[in-house]
C-alpha cells in the first residue's frame, strides 16, 4: 500500500514561516511529479506548486517568491518551504505524486490527507 504522510502543518501569524514535508512510502518503484494543493473553506482544490522529478518547478502566481518547493528522490520527499504567510494563504494543505508501485505498469496519481495551515492577522 502506497501512501503519502503530511507534516508541518499549524498556525502562525501573518509575516512568519512554515515549512511543509510529505514522504510517499511503499512498495514504489518511481515517483515523478510530485505537488502541493490547497483548498480553503468555500473553495475549489486549487494547484501552489508542482516539482517535476528533475527539480523543474512550477507556482501559482500568488505564491511566486513566497513559497519554495524542493524534493528528495532519494527519500521520495517533498518539501514546501512558506515564507511570508498572508491571511489568503489560510486552507487546507495536500501533498499529491505521480507514483510507480512495484505491482502495476501504470504511475497513478495519489493524495496525502492533508495538514491544516492557519494564517492569523
Known amino acids: 500500500q502506497v501512501q503519502l504522510v503530511e507534516s508541518g502543518g499549524g498556525m502562525v501569524q501573518a509575516g512568519r514561516s512554515l515549512n511543509l514535508s510529505c514522504a510517499a512510502s511503499g512498495t514504489i518503484l518511481r515517483v515523478n511529479t510530485m505537488g502541493w494543493y490547497r483548498q480553503a473553506p468555500g473553495h475549489q482544490r486549487e494547484s501552489v506548486a508542482q516539482?517535476?522529478?528533475?527539480?523543474?518547478?512550477v507556482y501559482q502566481d500568488s505564491v511566486k517568491g513566497r513559497f519554495t518547493i524542493s524534493r528528495d528522490n532519494v527519500l521520495n520527499v517533498v518539501y514546501l518551504q512558506m515564507n511570508s504567510l498572508k491571511p489568503e494563504d489560510t486552507a487546507v494543505y495536500y501533498c499529491?505524486?505521480?507514483?510507480?508501485?512495484?505491482?502495476?505498469?501504470?504511475?497513478?496519481?495519489?493524495w496525502g490527507q492533508g495538514t491544516q495551515v492557519t494564517v492569523s492577522s
Open positions: 516539482i517535476t522529478r528533475g527539480a523543474v518547478a
Open positions: 499529491s505524486a505521480d507514483v510507480l508501485e512495484t505491482d502495476r505498469d501504470t504511475f497513478r496519481h495519489i
